[in-house]
Structure formats: structure tokens, C-alpha cells
């Protein structure tokens, strides 16, 4: 049968063993892959983004690649291990985004090692997308050759049905993730009233993938010196150093891409200072970036820069017509708190990358 990893998630309650147990059963090893064999609770097992599954208590359930149990006492992710990892492939693929060709190569080994994943690239080669991780409309991601690149969990104010820890746990287990690039968790956001060094090192504990180049926990109004322990980075050798926590007044967009058709004013050198805040006025056809101009209301939408709470806002102004031109990492964006490392896309045609100085 294939070899499975088992990811845990605080609070830990999981012995690994032959028979892994935790509080609510335990994990048997059969002849057609991983049971789960529930005794004293129901649990809730989640599938590939997807639905939740109940296993009731007393029940025989057999577990796939990517599934995570959560019970009264904590969460269990099930990965299927792969017994072979071309590394030299892999990092030729994930430093070469845009080349499709590299990433046909990697599918056709996966494919003859019978790594599932490798169908999903072929079927998906060339196609890219920012659109939320469903079912978890808050978290957003960037999709590339059916592969998710980057992902950002910074909008409590819609956490749905999926605690944060279970969102994250889910995502780290999922096949798509395992050529993720950047991943931000807004820890500050997600659990105010949280010791965050003592979160901080709880989330390190967890197996990031291994091709990780930006983990950004948070925004804090003090600095918080905390930087990747020697473990995570002997694990993740392209992780940029620095410390995981950001702190800062001074901001900037810097364009990351943009269509030739698209008028653009108000950029220098294809970056604009946030010091003094900025708006994107948005037209057919055109974006005009600019100092903003209080009061000014017209036909025109609108989003501004804003420095509060020592934080970046992009809000939409009062007065401007509703409108769905701008997203923030795939998401609608009306009053959103940003991370450095966001994308701001306008029109589907221009991305700016929001950076703290």
C-alpha cells in the first residue's frame, strides 16, 4: 500500500506508531490504503478544498491523499508520501514559471511515477488564475498550470465556516501546494488576543513546502524580530531571510505585470511611494494612480490608500458606483487590510505588488 505522512495540527493529541491514535480513534493500515476507525466522537474529515465528510462514532472510513481530520481536540492532515523527488527537476520548474515547457517535463515523471499530480499539471499547462481557495472564500490564492503559487489568509472579517488552523492545515496537505511560493497568514488578524511569538513558533512547527520563497505572518505596530529557525530554513533553502513579522509606515506598489493596451499614469519608474497615500482611479481602459484630492466625487470608481491602526488600507472611496475592477489576491477588494507581498489587480490587466519599505 502507498506510504502516507501524517501532518499534525495544536493542539497536538496524535501518537505516531504502526496504529496512529488520537483522542477520537485511531488510524489503521489496511490492504486499500488508510482507515479511520472513530470511537469515542464523530470527526470531521475535509476533502481537497471541497466538502466536509461527518464519520459518525464507531465507523470504518478509508482516508485519500490530502484529507484532514479535525475533532474536539485537534486536527490530523494525511499526505501521501512520494517515494521519488526529482529536486534538480523541481527547482528548474518553480524558478521558471512562465515556461510551461519545464513544468510538461515535471507532469511527464510524475506521471511515470504515478504521482496523481502530474495528471493535474498536464490537463492544466499554460492556464493562470487569482480566484479564491474554495470552499474558503476568504483565503486567496494565485493558480499557475493547476498548481497553486501563492496564497494569502488575511481576511478574518470572513472566515466562514473554516477556523483559520484547519484552513491552513488543509492547505499545507493538498497536492496542488507542494510548488507553493509564498504563503501570508495574517496572525496579528486572526488571533488579536494571541501571544504571537508563542503562535508564531506553534505555525513553524508545521511542514512547509519545501520550495517556499516568502512566509509573511503579519503586520505588527512595534517591530517583532522573529526570523525562520535554522531547521525550517535547512528545510526551505529558498526562503528569503528577515524577520516574518513586517512593521512600517512608508509602503509602495511596484508593478509586477501589466497588459501593453493598458494606459497607465502616475507610476515613476514602475513604482509609486505610499507615504502620503495614493488612489487608483480607474477608467475604460486606463489607470491613473494619484495623490488624493479631498473632496472629489464622480462618475470614476475609486480606491485609496490608507494609513491607520499602523496599518495599509485599500478602501473604496464613498461616493464612487460599486464596482468589481479591483481585486486583492483574487479577492474583491472594499476595506482590506494588506500584507506586504499582496497583489492588486486592476481591470484584470495591471497587478501591483504591495511591499513595506
Known amino acids: 500500500m ?18 496512529p491514535r488520537f483522542a477520537d480513534g485511531r488510524l489503521v493500515r489496511g490492504e486499500h490504503g488508510l482507515f479511520l476507525e472513530t470511537s469515542g466522537a464523530a470527526v470531521s474529515v475535509r476533502r481537497r478544498f471541497s466538502h466536509e465528510i461527518i464519520v459518525p462514532r464507531a465507523s470504518r472510513f478509508l482516508l485519500e491523499d490530502g484529507d484532514v481530520l479535525w475533532g474536539p481536540t485537534g486536527g490530523l492532515g494525511v499526505r501521501l508520501a512520494p517515494e521519488h523527488r526529482d529536486d534538480a527537476s523541481e527547482r528548474r520548474s518553480v524558478e521558471a514559471w512562465q515556461h510551461p515547457a519545464s513544468f510538461a517535463v515535471l507532469a511527464d515523471q510524475l506521471l511515470d511515477l504515478g504521482d496523481p499530480l502530474g495528471e493535474r499539471i498536464a490537463a492544466s499547462l499554460g492556464r493562470r488564475a487569482s480566484a479564491p481557495l474554495g470552499p474558503h472564500g476568504w483565503v486567496g490564492a494565485e493558480w499557475r498550470h493547476g498548481l497553486l503559487r501563492r496564497v494569502s489568509m488575511s481576511r478574518p472579517e470572513w472566515p466562514g465556516v473554516v477556523p483559520w488552523r484547519q484552513a491552513l492545515l488543509e492547505l499545507l496537505v493538498s497536492r496542488e501546494a507542494r510548488f507553493l511560493e509564498e504563503l501570508t497568514i495574517d496572525l496579528p488578524r486572526l488571533e488579536p488576543d494571541a501571544d504571537l511569538l508563542a503562535l508564531a513558533h506553534e505555525v ?19 517591530p517583532l524580530a522573529l526570523e525562520a529557525p535554522p531547521a525550517v530554513r535547512q528545510h526551505l533553502t529558498r526562503l528569503r531571510g528577515g524577520s516574518l513579522f513586517s512593521w512600517g509606515a512608508r509602503a509602495r506598489l511596484v508593478i509586477e505585470s501589466a497588459e501593453d493596451a493598458l494606459a497607465i499614469e502616475g507610476l515613476d519608474d514602475g513604482a509609486v511611494d505610499l507615504h502620503e497615500a495614493a488612489r487608483i482611479r480607474v477608467f475604460p481602459k486606463k489607470v491613473r494612480i494619484e495623490r488624493p484630492t479631498w473632496p472629489r466625487y464622480d462618475s470614476w470608481p475609486s480606491w485609496d490608500f490608507t494609513f491607520h491602526d499602523e496599518r495599509w488600507f485599500l478602501t473604496w472611496r ?15 477588494a ?24
Not at 502507498?2 to 496504529?19: D, K, N, Y
Not at 508545521?206 to 505572518?217: A, N
Open 204 to 222: 513553524l512547527e508545521l511542514p512547509w513546502p519545501r520550495w517556499l520563497t516568502r512566509l509573511q505572518l503579519g503586520v505588527v505596530a512595534r
Open 2 to 19: 502507498p506510504m502516507f505522512q501524517l501532518i499534525r495540527a495544536a493542539p497536538l493529541s496524535v501518537t505516531l506508531g504502526p496504529e
Open 318 to 332: 464613498h461616493g464612487a458606483p460599486r464596482s468589481d475592477d479591483i481585486k486583492v489576491n483574487g479577492l474583491d
Open 334 to 357: 472594499f476595506n482590506v487590510a494588506l500584507l506586504p507581498g499582496d497583489r492588486v489587480e486592476v481591470l484584470g490587466a495591471l497587478v501591483l505588488r504591495f511591499e513595506l519599505a
